[in-house]
């Protein structure tokens, strides 16, 4: 009986997942028939509004990039489960309060874990910047600060 009644509820989607096969098959078989076949030498050229292409549409980005892009869908991700907490807050109670607050600070954990392992480190160090700064400063201050050198007397070769 089990089998019998889950066939009866399922007869829909299996309704519904054939109608859209079929109708995608109707689509594409006709478009293949209908279609107009091109057989001139700019058929297959790219161009925008009628202009030219003039570079390579594909530039690599810096890896860093892709970083901030995953570090941005999962974090995201996490609001998500929070403003569904933050909606059903009073009716979780305690239980939900302390799912959450270990939710929270698994994040922060894993945030952390980030910023310690230099995940977080877009741009050059600001630490060896600043070394090379005092190492110039240091070594000569009226150069960093854009002061002329004084130049060589010259040296008089007859002497």
Do not use: C
Not at 27 to 36: D, K, P, R, T
Not at 42 to 57: C, Q, R
Not at 111 to 138: C, T, V
């Amino acid at each position: 009986m089990n089998e019998t009644y889950m066939l009866f509820t399922m007869w829909p989607f299996v309704v519904y997942t054939g109608g859209v096969v079929l109708l995608v098959s109707i689509m594409l078989i006709a478009s293949h028939f209908l279609g107009e076949r091109h057989k001139e030498t700019v058929t297959n050229t790219v161009f925008e509004s009628g202009i030219k292409v003039t570079g390579d549409a594909r530039i690599k980005y810096p890896v860093h990039f892709y970083i901030l892009a995953m570090f941005f869908v999962i974090f995201d991700l996490e609001v998500v489960f929070i403003v569904a907490w933050a909606i059903n807050a009073k009716a979780l109670g305690w239980a939900g309060y302390i799912a959450i607050a270990v939710f929270i600070g698994m994040l922060v954990a894993v945030l952390i874990y980030e910023w310690r392992i230099g995940a977080l480190d877009f741009g050059p160090d600001g630490k060896k910047i600043l070394d090379q700064y005092h190492r110039k400063y240091k070594s000569d201050p009226k150069e960093f600060l854009g002061e002329p050198k004084p130049t060589p007397e010259p040296q008089n070769i007859n002497s």
